[in-house]
């Protein structure tokens, strides 16, 4: 076997020398990517246990706001019957009321005849009672005397005094 010629020997050495330059390269660029590869893995296992303690968070901030909601809930339900409690109680007593606020209304339609009546009345016990000389011929016997005329023979009754209880 023959030697080969120098500048094949020269070609090739520069050729290996490429290669070799070349994988170096390309080693170089994988060793970047991996080391990009590695701090975005690092990265996003951050950014996901940070999203992870948030949405903990979120999760206790959820409950703590249901457990508030419920007792508020609770809190207005008890509020609630308490008021029922109170119409019901309310409606009772209009019940017992309703039938003495007709009869006032009753009382304050028959007013002014009962006023009118009271008046008569009260201007009749200032003019007090006749003196006994006064009264008509015929004296206690009288049609006009304190008698419905039933009572012909029984005692004497009194004249008429008119008075008042108010």
Do not use: W, Y
Request: proline share 7%; glycine share 6%; charged share 25%.
């Amino acid at each position: 076997m023959s030697a080969p010629p120098p500048l094949q020997i020269r070609e090739a050495n520069a050729h290996l020398a490429a290669v070799h330059r070349r994988a170096a390269e390309l080693e170089a660029r994988l060793e970047a990517a991996e080391c990009m590869v590695r701090a975005q893995a690092e990265r996003l296992a951050r950014h996901d246990q940070q999203l992870s303690a948030a949405l903990d968070e979120l999760g206790r901030a959820k409950d703590r706001e249901i457990a508030a909601l419920r007792e508020q809930l609770l809190t207005s339900e008890a509020a609630v019957q308490s008021l029922q409690a109170a119409v019901r109680q309310r409606d009772k007593l209009i019940g017992q009321l309703q039938p003495r606020a007709e009869l006032l209304q009753d009382l304050c339609r028959r007013r002014p005849p009962l006023a009118g009546l009271l008046a008569t009345l009260a201007e009749a016990e200032r003019l007090g009672p006749l003196p006994a000389s006064d009264l008509l011929p015929g004296g206690p016997s009288s049609p006009l005397a304190n008698s419905t005329g039933e009572e012909e023979g029984s005692d004497q009754l009194e004249p008429v005094v008119f008075g008042t209880t108010v």
